[in-house]
């Protein structure tokens, strides 16, 4: 009488369980952000941003941070957060839109958006086979 285990059907039965497992999880994940996702309809661009960031000693920075009608020259250190000027004159302010509004730094998300969006584009193509083949450009 034959009492090792099949290698095969135990091979079979693992694979399924991982794949089991991995479609449950990502399928947690997938509501989980849905869930989470902050789609309030507001503007797409941030009320705040940080134009410019001078590190000035250890664990000391100086921030110029723009928000609507003004910059803040921001002073941080590792205790404190302190306001140290508001810059309010127009051109001052427009100096700075002019130089961080066009080549401003895009976010992690919408570099990673660019640089995918040639996958995502579909494109047909024929082979040489005469039928149409479905191709991620």
């Known amino acids: ?35 989470l996702k902050n789609d309030n309809g507001g503007p797409a661009e941030k009320p705040i941003r940080v134009l410019a960031n001078s590190c000035i000693g250890v664990k000391k920075n100086i921030l110029l941070v723009e928000i609507p009608g003004c910059i803040l020259v921001v002073g941080i250190t590792n205790d404190s957060i302190c306001c140290l000027d508001k810059i309010k004159d127009e051109k001052i302010l427009d100096k ?5 509004g066009e080549n401003a730094p895009f976010s992690f998300s919408d570099q990673l958006n660019r640089l995918t969006s040639r996958f995502k584009e579909k494109k047909n193509d024929t082979g040489n086979t005469g039928r149409v083949v479905e191709t991620y450009e």
């Open 96 to 100: 700075f839109k002019n130089v961080h």
């Open 1 to 35: 009488m034959n009492t090792d285990p099949d290698m095969i059907t135990t091979m079979v039965k693992m694979t399924a369980s991982l794949f089991l497992v991995l479609a449950l999880l990502l399928t947690v994940f997938y509501f989980i952000k849905r869930m």
